[in-house]
């Protein structure tokens, strides 16, 4: 087998997926990025949710959030809800792996926060069920999914918003919601606190 070949695949795939999402996408993100500078303008914070790599994704945004993303700035609140070991192994034992995001949005949530859904098929059942959780709280979705939004993209309302992938591949779906996390960050940081390069 040409390994090389293989991985020039990778890349060309993940760049092509990039290009494409490329056409698509920047409404969505700027209009997603507003809702997080809303909420955290009057005193929200951002909880966040995935599973596998959606959880690392969910704690790389969390991170750029509450320490910094490409410059100085004041911490921003926000918290993944993947990372409590005790509190995930809790709740799946006590009653189900479906429970471990919802449980947590439930004490956590308040009413102007926002749920950052992040789901490559959009159909995890522990996320779809944050985002019913989230929604009891009053609280708006930021959804991050791919394929076609899954079962997620129909709970989403008007407040909500989707930024879908169009891509069918997990890992790919996965590249781009990186780099739409990033975007959010930086657009974030340029609405709060001014223009930078
Ligand atoms: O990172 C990967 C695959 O690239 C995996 O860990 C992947 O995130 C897991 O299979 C997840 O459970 C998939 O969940 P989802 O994206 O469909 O919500
Ligand atoms: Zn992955």
């Keep these: ?17 990039k290009t494409y999402a490329s056409e698509v996408l920047p409404p969505f993100i700027e209009v ?13 914070k951002v909880l966040a949710c995935g599973n596998g790599g959606s959880a690392g994704d969910s704690q790389h945004f969390s991170s750029e959030l509450l320490n910094r993303f490409e410059r100085e700035r004041p911490s921003l609140p926000a ?6 070991t005790s509190t995930l192994t809790s709740i799946a034992n006590d009653y189900s792996y479906n429970d471990v995001f919802s449980k947590q949005v439930r004490a956590l949530g308040q009413p102007g926060d926002i749920l950052l859904a ?6 995890s059942a522990n996320v779809i069920q944050a985002i019913q959780a989230a929604h009891d709280r009053d609280m708006t979705v930021v959804a991050l999914t791919g394929r076609d ?13 989707e ?5 069918t591949s997990t890992a790919r779906i996965q590249e781009v919601h990186l780099l739409v996390i990033h ?3 930086d657009l974030i940081d340029e609405q709060l606190f001014g223009t930078s390069e």
């Excluded at 040409?2 to 997926?17: E, Y």
């Excluded at 997603?32 to 009057?42: E, I």
């Excluded at 930024?163 to 891509?167: E, L």
């Design 1 to 17: 087998m040409d390994f090389q070949q293989r991985i020039l695949g990778h890349f060309n795939a993940s760049i092509d997926t």
């Design 32 to 44: 997603a990025s507003q809702m997080m500078v809303q909420c955290l303008v009057n005193e929200g």
């Design 79 to 84: 918290l993944a809800l993947t990372t409590d």
């Design 118 to 123: 992040i789901s490559t098929s959009g159909n």
């Design 149 to 161: 939004g899954g079962d997620m993209a129909s709970l989403l309302g008007q407040d909500d918003c």
């Design 163 to 167: 930024i879908r992938v169009p891509a």
């Design 183 to 185: 975007c959010l960050c």
